[in-house]
């Protein structure tokens, strides 16, 4: 593994993330000059072969837990905030 030098910045790791099923949602916290923001990524967890993979495309059957997965991560940036 390479050494971090000041020029290269430290990878950002999520704050948090949800998963339910196959769904996950990870959030990134990002600081700006009005407070902290939260970005948010979702995926759909599947296996080909041996290996873990993961994709933004959801099916008809995925959608319900793709919105119960959004809300919890509404009410867990909500909470953020105090």
């Known amino acids: 593994m390479p050494k971090q030098t000041s020029s290269q910045p430290a990878k950002q790791k ?3 993330e949800i998963r339910l099923g196959r769904i996950k949602a990870t959030i990134w916290e990002n600081e700006t000059e009005n407070g902290t923001r939260y970005n ?3 995926c759909r967890l ?3 072969d041996d290996q ?3 994709t933004a495309s ?3 059957d995925d959608l319900p837990l793709v ?3 959004v ?3 509404h009410t867990w940036t909500y909470e953020q905030a105090g």
Do not use: I, M, N
């Open 58 to 60: 959801f099916g008809r």
């Open 52 to 54: 873990w993979k993961q």
């Open 67 to 69: 919105a119960k997965v």
């Open 40 to 42: 948010v990524t979702v």
């Open 71 to 73: 809300d919890l991560v």
């Open 46 to 48: 599947y296996k080909e």
């Open 14 to 16: 999520p704050v948090h």
